[in-house]
């Protein structure tokens, strides 16, 4: 008998782990994931630990600064998780298999550098982290710099995770910009790109915000609106003859209300793509014993779709999601940076 996770395997879903904790990617790797992501909460809670202090006083005494010990760290994090994916990388011929590099969020902090400079240091950052990596995406993010970076960035081969996207606008800005810089480098064989969905905020934003929702529909905001860009994502590739797949990473599958099971999104989405899931959700699954189907493309009745249309207002949700997005983006990085300095001041008091 399979596994919970198995058994959403099994529909067709690529699981990717939401971290590169060293023992949870090993873990559930030997489950069936088959990916990983990272980013600076992720890095600063491992550091936290204190397993990675060894690092930490090598790169120290390299004199490099709390801001390059930061991004040593979590280059080198990221290359050990890719050397367990490596096998599906090469098994897939570069279908899957990756673990994701997110791209400096200080970038996108209030005051940062105009619009120009910003996408000229993203695509510059994209050549740095990824030269010299075949499994290794870099996550850039949905903001008006980083989707002008995309074109530039896939021109010259780079394959991406476009993160922080909320709404069918930047999921098809980002799209048309990943296809004509592809286009562009004309290596088409080897063009892959995905595209995270953030699922459970959007259910966190129509509880507060659209409270007139039904309760066949509050909940669903979230869910409705990541199926209906799978689907265009599904139409818009289907004619391109690539030989990748170019997917939708389901993200943000953490529940945020107490009264929904840990699975609710795990469920929704299982049957295509990908799902990166919080090694909490997935310990959840494993407990749950349930046996996932297919779901990604079935849709709640036309009475709660139209509803959903009728009270939601995207693109006040896209506008507000984003400015708390871009603050939950750059806020870790500042915390993951004072973290190092705590950690050489500590290091330094013990010896």
């Not at 562009?184 to 995905?194: A, C, E, I, M, T």
């Not at 494993?286 to 779709?305: H, I, M, Y």
């Amino acid at each position: 008998m399979s596994t919970p996770l198995e058994s959403l395997i099994a529909t067709g879903t690529k699981l990717w782990l939401d971290s590169i904790d060293p023992e949870l990617v090993a873990r559930d790797h030997a489950l069936g994931a088959s990916g990983a992501t990272s980013n600076p909460i992720i890095i600063a809670d491992l550091i936290k630990t204190g397993r990675f202090d060894g690092d930490l006083e090598e790169f120290i005494s390299q004199q490099l600064t709390d801001e390059e010990i930061a991004w040593r760290t979590t280059d080198k994090l990221v290359r050990e998780a890719q050397q367990v994916f490596l096998p599906v990388w090469r098994k897939t011929k570069g279908n899957d298999g990756f673990v994701s590099f997110e791209l400096d969020p200080l970038l996108e902090d209030v005051g940062g550098p105009p619009l120009a400079e910003r996408v000229a240091r993203y695509i510059a950052l994209g050549k740095q982290w990824s030269a010299g990596h075949e499994n290794r995406m870099i996550k850039i993010p949905a903001t008006p710099a980083g989707l002008e970076a995309i074109e530039g960035l896939t021109a010259a081969g780079i394959t991406l995770n476009v993160t922080l996207i909320f709404s069918p606008r930047q999921y098809r800005a980002a799209r048309d910009a990943a296809w004509r810089g592809a286009q562009r480098h004309g290596q088409l064989d080897k063009f892959k790109s995905v595209y995270s969905i953030f699922v459970s905020r959007v259910d966190v934003y129509s509880e507060k915000h659209c409270p007139k929702l039904s309760a066949a529909a509050q909940g669903q905001v979230g869910i409705v609106g990541a199926k209906r860009i799978w689907r265009e994502n599904q139409e818009f590739w289907r004619d391109k003859g690539l030989a990748h797949d170019q997917e939708i990473v389901f993200a943000s599958t953490g529940t945020k209300k107490p009264s929904d099971p840990a699975w609710k999104y795990v469920a929704a989405f299982a049957g295509s793509d990908i799902e990166t899931n919080p090694p909490a959700t997935n310990e959840a699954v494993q407990k749950s014993g349930r046996s996932f189907t297919r779901e990604v493309d079935k849709l709640p009745s036309e009475a709660v779709l139209a509803e959903i249309d009728r009270l939601v207002d995207i693109q006040h949700m896209e506008h507000t999601l984003m400015d708390e997005g871009l603050k939950k983006f750059a806020d870790p990085q500042k915390a993951l940076l004072k973290l190092v300095s705590e950690k050489r001041a500590a290091l330094a008091g013990a010896h």
